[in-house]
């Protein structure tokens, strides 16, 4: 089984600003990672996902995340936030055995105007 | 193209009484996986099937709480005797065949409180 560690629980962070949201796991033999927003009281949203190719994965609104597999990372980084991401953010994990999903705790990401 | 759709969307139910969340998948999806997220935490692997299938229900609690998916209609997640611990966020999320690794698509989520 895999464990998926989020160690910040709550980041601010002023409007404008650099954010990075960190995501380690345990094992990287043969991982999907993924990164999901979830906005209040709503269903999670698929943000970006590595499968395989480039390390380096950007979602639409300007987030990237990173595969480093010697440090078994997947921080997702944006240079500069807006107000509306404020908002939960997950990161996943699913490897080749079995189809499930591991989530770490979530990362609360509050913009500060 | 509709979403997964849960319903209902906030369920409230007193100790002893059966919880039933509703899952439908997303059009041409036929895998279906439940998750639970309890207060503060991340969410947690339940069960995962295929029409008329159970085929991993290792996060299942073994007892009160059972999961189908029949050849016609929604998914059920059915929770008998609630207790207060049963309060949680739970999530459906459907894939098409052969890509539930890759590729899974989640609701919005049935918030069940126990009073």
């Known amino acids: 089984a895999q464990s998926v560690t989020q160690l910040d629980s709550q980041v601010p962070v002023f409007e404008e600003a650099p954010v990075e949201l960190r995501c380690n796991y345990s094992?990287?033999?043969?991982?999907?990672l993924f990164w999901y927003v979830q906005y209040p009281n709503q269903g999670l949203q698929l943000l970006l996902k590595y499968l395989s190719g480039s390390t380096l994965v950007e979602s639409i609104n300007g987030f990237e995340a990173e595969f480093n597999k010697s440090q078994t990372s997947f921080h997702l980084r944006k240079p500069s936030v807006h107000i509306s991401d404020t908002a939960e953010y997950f990161c996943?994990?699913?490897?080749?055995?079995?189809?499930?999903?591991?989530f770490g705790t979530g990362t609360s990401l509050t913009v500060i105007p | 193209n509709a979403g997964v759709m849960q319903n209902p969307r906030h369920l409230v139910r007193r100790r002893g009484q059966e919880a039933r969340l509703r899952c439908s998948p997303m059009?041409?999806?036929?895998?279906v996986y439940w998750y639970r997220q309890l207060p503060e935490e991340g969410l947690k692997f339940m069960v995962y099937?295929?029409?008329?299938?159970?085929?991993?229900e290792s996060g299942m609690p073994k007892e009160r709480f059972s999961a189908e998916f029949p050849k016609e209609g929604p998914s059920i997640l059915r929770i008998q005797q609630v207790v207060r611990g049963d309060s949680a966020a739970y999530f459906c999320?459907?894939?098409?065949?052969?890509?539930?690794?890759?590729?899974?698509?989640f609701g919005p989520g049935t918030r069940l409180t126990v009073l």
């Open positions: 996943a994990v699913s490897q080749n055995t079995g189809n499930q999903f591991y």
């Open positions: 094992s990287s033999v043969s991982v999907y």
């Open positions: 999320a459907s894939s098409p065949v052969g890509q539930g690794r890759d590729t899974q698509y």
């Open positions: 059009k041409g999806h036929s895998h």
């Open positions: 099937l295929q029409k008329e299938n159970i085929i991993d």
